[in-house]
């Protein structure tokens, strides 16, 4: 089996346009959540989100091809550029002939191009089915975000997509990680990418209740693990990783950021909405086992990233499912959500944090949970509240967990020679 290490990173949030930006920035606690400006907010009951700022897709792709893509495949362009830059592995934007044929693409969205699916059902109501754009559905699939990258770049390897909700960015890294200890590929890029802040969107969580409806206060409307949450709220970005064999980025004397140790999945069986605490623990539990054996039999985890969703069921399961797994609250490492900073990105959501995750690893500090004030007494782990923290980190675990009742859990490690 290969091992397999990350050597590029790509990213876009409501606080930051590139990795090194985003980063400070949720290290310093800044908040990117305010009230929507995509659409009139108005009527809902839930008016505020984490809206990517400042962002120009015509600068990446041109007026003409802008059209045709969804602001989701948009923003994952965005990140997959940076992380394949970052990867020293484009020339004019693409890569070489030799290495096309064994780098492939894991693309992932939980729901893909759902303004454009809003804008053009309206459009067949009102204007009739003859004014459908044509390019209404290449926009809007979520395997099309792996299209239009795996063009960009000439990627000709496999071309996959994870669409699992809120765990697909941690899916998505889990299947490249097999595509490529496998022997399937020698490199993979990995895009978890979402941009739902639409009235679809928005109404459709709210009508769940399942969004923060703090809308005269939004820098603190997302409060992961305090006990005064009510809910959470959306998030826009993209996160994207090029993934390799160790063999492959060694031959090329590549920056290695970290090895991928383990990935660990599970369904809950449980509920189409209501998460339990058994499927994280398990998907938590695979991960750890399949790290602490490629580990050499022994594994300590400093960090955690957690789902932390600022919902009170999710926190309250994710915080029992860690202390079941680390063996009590005195054995848990830090745990943070830095979901207070950026909002749920759903599916871009795993990918993002495991960034977050490598960045906290190679910086030496753990971005802290903003807003986390009042302790709740069935959140009960140190959540790192309010302000960052240096410590040496060598192992971090990043959890992810999707409506359906899907899990994902991947663990990466500080690569050292």
Do not use: W
Not at 118 to 125: L, R, T, V, W
Not at 208 to 236: C, H, I, Q, W, Y
Not at 377 to 399: F, G, H, Q, W
């Amino acid at each position: 089996m290969q091992r397999v290490v990350v050597t590029g990173l790509g990213m876009i949030n409501s606080v930051g346009n590139n990795v090194e930006e985003s980063f400070k920035a949720i290290v310093d606690g800044q908040c990117g959540i305010d009230r929507i400006t995509l659409f009139d907010p108005e009527a809902f009951s839930a008016q505020i989100a984490g809206e990517v700022k400042d962002f120009d897709p015509t600068a990446i792709l041109g007026k003409k091809e802008a059209k045709k893509a969804d602001r989701f495949i948009q923003l994952g362009i965005h990140a997959s550029q940076e992380a394949m830059n970052d990867a020293g592995l484009v020339t004019d934007n693409k890569v070489s002939e030799s290495d096309a044929n064994r780098f492939g693409i894991v693309s992932a969205s939980g729901i893909g191009g759902l303004p454009n699916i809003q804008k053009n059902s309206i459009i067949c109501e009102s204007r009739g089915p003859g004014k459908i754009s044509p390019f209404f559905i290449p926009s809007s699939l979520v395997n099309m975000l792996g299209g239009f990258v795996s063009i960009q770049h000439n990627l000709k390897g496999p071309n996959i997509s994870a669409v699992t909700a809120c765990a697909a960015g941690t899916h998505a890294i889990g299947e490249a990680y097999k595509t490529i200890a496998l022997g399937g590929a020698d490199k993979m890029l990995v895009i978890g990418a979402e941009s739902a802040v639409c009235g679809a969107g928005v109404g459709g969580f709210a009508a769940m209740k399942a969004l923060s409806t703090r809308n005269d206060d939004p820098k603190t409307a997302s409060r992961p693990f305090d006990k005064n949450r009510d809910g959470f709220v959306m998030g826009e970005g993209a996160g994207a990783l090029v993934i390799e064999s160790l063999e492959s980025a060694q031959n090329r004397g590549a920056k290695i950021y970290a090895e991928v140790l383990g990935f660990g999945e599970s369904g809950d069986a449980n509920h189409i909405t209501t998460p339990t605490m058994d499927g994280p623990f398990r998907a938590m539990k695979a991960a750890f086992d399949m790290a602490k054996k490629n580990n050499g039999g022994e594994l300590k985890i400093d960090y955690v990233n957690a789902h932390g969703t600022s919902t009170p069921v999710n926190d309250k399961n994710e915080t029992a499912a860690l202390t079941e797994l680390f063996g009590g609250v005195e054995n848990c490492p830090p745990v943070t959500s830095t979901k207070g900073q950026i909002g749920h990105c759903l599916g871009a959501a795993g990918s993002i944090e495991a960034i977050i995750s490598i960045k906290a690893m190679q910086e030496g500090i753990i971005p802290p949970t903003i807003n986390q004030i009042e302790s709740d007494e069935n959140c009960t782990l140190d959540y790192v509240p309010n302000k960052s923290r240096n410590a040496d980190l060598n192992i971090v675990m990043s959890n992810s967990f999707g409506f359906g009742g899907t899990n994902g859990v991947v663990i990466m490690k500080k690569f050292t020679k």
